[in-house]
């Protein structure tokens, strides 16, 4: 029992330790394909510590909410790294105080007060950015619902520890095509929720076009630096889901052994790594879609997880 | 090979939903490609399952037919328009002609459901309500398009529904037939190309919906 906390914990340290570090790498794989020289693939961390060095400056105007919302977006994705699986295959100790309902709920949580806090400003380009990424919120939630359905449908349960081992026993059941498409929907669900090339530019700099990023404008100081810290946990942690849980729990330990354990943590970072060049592709090779294209983009999403629903549930 | 064939089946119905989805002429004709060689694809394991040389056949002329002699002569002929006019107009917006797309896959399903027996083998579990899905589609997505190509996009569309559906429950058709079929279908093509080119001429567009009275001058 004692080890099962201690590896929860680690599970968390991780998290925590290399989600700039995958941020850093995509950076600088898109800067590459543009056959630029790019940032180094560590500067996410300089971004952070340079931050929690500065002053912070908090406007009168603005009330608690604003200043809660860093700590909330920080918390939040850690809270769901308790839930599923990082690095072990077996349930740990948080393993069954939620399912991945909880786990989305808890993540949506903290995209809640971001989007709180930017209308609390009112700085002009907060309540539009939060506007646009409720509409994209409340697009990609029906994705969310029927993928996680679907999911559990074929496991029988809704614990993602549980789920994973679905997929791959037997084998067949891998390539069975209620798996491929939910695959293809996460994936389209990924790209619309963290803001990337299709539906939101991350590198952009035009508060007009923006979706994501106009939310922490108001931040400075170490506000911004647990803003940008939790956004990069969010999106580490959405792929831990994505590829642990959905797409293959290869790679993971199996023994209670600290030593496995570890061998974990470099495996784990090659399957995110194979997945980011795949991420970096689409990104370089596709162009921003129009604000009002991007409810046909998650409708196409939408529609493919509700054919991988027929067919698993009016077929087989 | 039944799971195979059924993640054939569901790239095919998402092959489908994309023709109806897609905005751009281009993407239409290679989503239509890729469509034809999943049928391709299909009817080879299922020649490999039954044992019968005619789905090879059928998979050589689709791949023939529909995957190379088509797509060339659509480009060819539409080649002016696939570049000049690269958005198609749609009668209905897209997500909810999406939506109308799944309900009618659905519909598909409990449309087959009375056919199928306890003898059925899971080949024609998958291939008969995709295929028809893949029918009802294409009839839809020839009723929401305005412009003459994805129209002729959407008949072709229906005709390779028609295909998935049938490889799976007539595994030895007769080989005159499967000619028949795919010869008619490149005619079909050729001929609406033509007839379009003359239109495009005259009118100088093929916008279907508003050519409601002959002009006559």
Redesign the interface.
Known sequence: MPEKILFNVIQVVVVMLFSPLIKGILDRLKERIQSKKGPSIFQPYFDIWKLFHKDEVISDESSWIFRITPYVVFIAPIFVTLLIPVLTDYPLFFAFMGDMLAGGSVLALGGFFATLAAIDTANPYGPMGASRTRMVGFLAEPVFMIVFFTVSFVAGSTIPYIVQQAWITPF??F????H??VI?AFVMLIIAENGRIPVDNPSGHFELAMIDESKGLEYSGRGAALMKWGGCMKFFVLLCIFLNVLVSPWGLATGSSLWGLFCAIPLILLKMFCFILILAFIESSLSKLRLFRI??FL??A???S???V??QI??? | MAQLNALVGGLFIITVFGIISVRQMLGGIRLFVLQSILLAISACILGVVHGSIHLFVVAGITIGAKGLLIPWLLYNMFSHEIHARREITHVINIPSSLLIAAGLTIFAYFVVHPLLGIDSTPFIKVNLPIGLAGVLLGAYAITVRREALPQLIGILTMENGAFFAGISIAPNMPLISELAAAFDVLIIALVIGILTRKIHKRVGTTMVGKMVSLKEK
């Not at chain 1, 390539?175 to 209620?178: E, G, L, V, Y």
């Open positions: 067949a059941n390539f069975s095509p209620a491929i498409l293809l409810t046909e409708g196409f939408f529609v493919t509700v054919v991988a027929i067919i009016l077929e087989l």
